[in-house]
């Protein structure tokens, strides 16, 4: 079974993209270009990491911001799954400090990220969508998520890593998402022996049994969507998460949940494939 490294090194390259802020309602509120670098260094454990971002939006002038850092290891805050996707982000929720968290996807040649903060009080503040594209890579951007793309049945195979285990469990998965009969869907996750049965309100939010409270669900740009908490707490469990339909048939969702004390409890990475 490939380690964390080797899992993080399925990310190397020269990364092509755009930094966009959204706000709570997914607007649009301001862009920047980027080139991010993943080198593997003259040591087999040690990757050089480069982040140019361009205000002006031409890649091949002064860069407006330029950060480098090399990686040896990683840290307990960031878990790499096979695919290369990953989720890392705030191991203990604390009050008066900011929550926060990002979303990876890999497919190919293109990367779909995004960030997810709350302000220092809990409340859901703003996103960070990331679209990057390997250097050379001809691939499209997906369209924007609909609901209607997500309709139907979906299976799959899951992979979850718990804070006090690091090797990944497998589990099968299923996803429905469809109409009822009161104007909204109906949506049905189940991952390994867990259900979450609830319904989709319009755009308002996710309702589930194990999510009693409203969750914030946004469609977004490059086929994605998030799902999180208007509110979190050191004091009630709670997930944050993320999926990117990255091809018609492909849909990834990746989760992080946290324990009634408001502490990192798993991650799990979903692949699926409509039925």
């Not at 361009?54 to 960031?78: I, M």
């Not at 302000?119 to 924007?144: A, H, K, N, T």
């Not at 804070?163 to 189940?190: I, K, Y």
């Not at 509110?231 to 492909?250: K, Y």
Request: charged share 25%.
């Amino acid at each position: 079974m490939a380690s964390q490294w080797d899992n993080f090194l399925r990310n190397l390259g020269e990364w092509r993209g755009t930094f966009t802020s959204l706000d709570r309602e997914a607007r649009e509120l301001e862009s920047t270009a980027s080139i991010l670098t993943l080198e593997q260094g003259s040591e087999e454990r040690l990757v050089h990491f480069r982040l140019r971002r361009f205000a002006d939006a031409n890649r091949d002038g002064e860069p407006s911001r330029d950060n480098r850092e090399d990686y040896r290891s990683l840290g307990r805050q960031v878990v790499f799954f096979s695919s290369g996707s990953f989720c890392k982000g705030t191991l203990q929720v604390s009050p008066g400090t900011v929550f926060g968290g990002e979303f990876g996807f890999i497919q190919g040649d293109r990367r779909h990220r995004l960030v997810q903060l709350h302000r220092e009080d809990g409340g859901f503040d703003q996103l960070v969508l990331i679209r990057e594209w390997r250097m050379g890579s001809s691939d499209l951007e997906q369209p924007p998520l609909g609901l209607e793309q997500l309709n139907g049945c979906w299976s799959g195979q899951a992979q979850r890593i718990t804070a006090d285990w690091p090797e990944p469990d497998a589990l099968d998965c299923r996803f429905e998402l469809s109409p009822n009969a009161s104007g909204g869907h109906r949506w049905h996750s189940q991952l390994g022996a867990r259900i979450d049965e609830g319904a989709l309100e319009g755009s308002g939010g996710v309702r589930t049994a194990h999510l009693p409270e409203p969750q914030r669900f946004m469609l977004l740009p490059d086929g994605g969507y998030h799902l999180t908490p208007e509110q979190v707490s050191h004091r009630q469990p709670f997930s944050v998460e993320a999926g990117w339909l990255s091809a018609p048939d492909r849909l990834e969702r990746l989760i992080r949940r946290f324990d009634a004390s408001g502490a990192w409890q798993e991650s799990i990475q979903v692949v699926l494939h409509r039925d």
